[in-house]
Nanobody, 119 residues
Framework: QVQLVESGGGLVQAGASLRLSCAAS????????MGWFRQAPGKEREFVGS????????YYASSVKGRFTISRDSAKNTGYLQLNSLKPEDTAVYYC????????????WGQGTQVTVSS
């Protein structure tokens, strides 16, 4: 089993930055992908991006590419989602997840952290 705990959400103005963290515990994460997803009110959950834990390679949704950056600190077993140039439409609950694929096959989920961007 893997437990994931997100932190770092908050209320910011448009154009600001935030860094979300996702601390993993339990089984070693080295063979997994860590994905980031978000869900806005009334909308379906949306893939944001992911990182292959062992190599550090990343993959992003086109809607956030260039503004968001995913990284990880293997020693701390923690992943990060850096959110830059935030827009009101980025407002959502952000989730990290652990799984076996770039965009699918996620089986472990964190509790989510709220990001609210005011205009």
């Amino acid at each position: 089993q893997v437990q994931l705990v997100e932190s770092g959400g908050g209320l910011v103005q448009a154009g600001a930055s935030l860094r979300l963290s996702c601390a993993a515990s339990g089984r070693t994460f080295s063979s997994y992908y860590m994905g980031w997803f978000r869900q806005a009110p009334g909308k379906e959950r949306e893939f944001v991006g992911s990182i292959a834990w062992s190599s550090g390679s990343t993959y992003y949704a086109s809607s956030v590419k260039g503004r968001f950056t995913i990284s990880r600190d293997s020693a701390k077993n923690t992943g990060y989602l850096q959110l830059n140039s935030l827009k009101p439409e980025d407002t959502a609950v952000y989730y990290c997840a652990g799984g076996r694929g770039w965009t699918t096959q996620y089986v472990y989920w964190g509790q989510g952290t709220q990001v609210t961007v005011s205009s």
